[in-house]
């Protein structure tokens, strides 16, 4: 059961350097998200996405893109990499039509130095 | 408004003793989905229970339980002779049916101590 995969697990980026933290599901699920936690802290919602095509801005969107070409990606990608983006990354997913659970990938630690 | 409260942010306990966790949510749809997420030391985020809110039998389901009572609107978290293992910071969350997103409490740490 692959369930909610992200990828890298862990990278440690440049300042002003891009990368896309990876997300797909296999459980198609309409509904994913991507949340941000900062050390210590709770949950920020950055962006989230209803289905394919269909994108909306969360919490605390700034410096970040998303795309949602299919049902099973949904890419995050940080632009212009600043330390204030250090943080743990999580991808979630969303049975909508049965419980409406949400399921959380293991995360993606980054460090921005 | 959506919201959740988790009003306690650490708690330490000894092993054996039991626990209760609070949350307190606030919401104008009638129709909504409470759940409890744990996150151990490991860092992953792991779903241990949803409920909605016709539904207000408590569930137990080992070492825990979950009461929820709307007239308080209050969602508490007890673990039972509670373990090392139980050690996590646990979230508390909120979704009304027709909204597209997710509300979480700031989180509780629980550690255990041996």
């Known amino acids: 059961n692959a369930g909610v995969t992200q990828t890298p697990k862990f990278r440690i980026l440049k300042i002003g350097q891009s990368m896309t933290l990876q997300c797909a599901q296999d459980?198609?699920?309409?509904?994913m998200y991507w949340y941000r936690q900062d050390p210590g802290m709770g949950l920020k919602l950055i962006y989230y996405?209803?289905?394919?095509?269909?994108?909306d801005k969360g919490e605390v969107p700034n410096g970040y893109n998303v795309s949602r070409s299919t049902t099973e990606d949904f890419p995050l990608r940080l632009e212009l990499a600043a330390p204030s983006q250090t943080s743990v990354y999580f991808c979630?997913?969303?049975?909508?039509?049965?419980?409406?659970?949400?399921?959380f990938g293991e995360g993606s630690w980054l460090t921005v130095v | 408004a959506q919201k959740v409260t988790q009003a306690q942010t650490e708690i330490s306990v000894v092993e054996k003793e039991d626990v209760t966790l609070d949350c307190v949510y606030e919401?104008?749809?009638?129709?909504?989905?409470l759940f409890w997420y744990k996150q151990p030391p490991s860092g992953e985020l792991v779903f241990l229970i949803r409920?909605?809110?016709?539904?207000?039998q408590n569930e137990i389901s080992g070492r825990y339980s979950w009461n929820f009572q709307k007239s308080t609107s209050s969602f508490n978290f007890t673990i039972t002779a509670s373990q090392v293992v139980d050690s996590a910071v646990y979230f508390c969350?909120?979704?009304?049916?027709?909204?597209?997103?997710?509300?979480f409490g700031t989180g509780t740490s629980l550690t255990v101590i041996p």
């Open positions: 969350a909120l979704t009304p049916n027709t909204g597209n997103q997710f509300y």
């Open positions: 996405s209803v289905g394919a095509g269909i994108t």
């Open positions: 459980m198609n699920h309409n509904y």
């Open positions: 979630a997913s969303r049975d909508r039509v049965s419980g409406n659970t949400i399921y």
């Open positions: 919401t104008r749809d009638t129709t909504y989905y």
């Open positions: 409920r909605n809110s016709f539904d207000e």
